[in-house]
């Protein structure tokens, strides 16, 4: 068992979560007081972290699919894959 650093509740080992400040000191905290600082329920952060992580991703690949068909397609295609690149992190990112 463990024991939040903040309210002092005690935590299973797969209930904390594990904070480092930037002095590099560790503190356990709980799913409320994790609420509390960030403003949001962990679950729902790490699902927007996960979504950030895959849209980035995406983005990138059509990034590099965009340059390869603007070097051997040429402008036309590259400015489609443009296009393609917006739309994609636009509706990647108001997924929810």
């Known amino acids: ?3 939040c650093s903040k309210c002092g509740k ?3 080992d797969k209930d904390a979560l594990v904070h480092k400040d930037p002095e590099g000191n560790q503190h356990i905290i709980c799913h409320d007081c ?3 600082a960030m403003g949001v329920d962990y ?3 790490a699902f927007r972290k996960e979504n950030a992580k895959q849209t ?3 983005v990138l690949f059509c990034l590099a699919a965009t340059i390869y068909a603007f070097m051997e397609k040429g402008p036309l295609y590259g400015g489609l894959g443009i296009i393609l690149t917006i739309l994609v992190y636009i ?3 108001k997924a929810k």
């Open 91 to 93: 509706f990647s990112s």
């Open 43 to 45: 679950q729902t952060f």
């Open 1 to 3: 068992m463990l024991k």
């Open 10 to 12: 005690a935590l299973a």
């Open 34 to 36: 994790f609420k509390e």
């Open 56 to 58: 980035f991703f995406a």
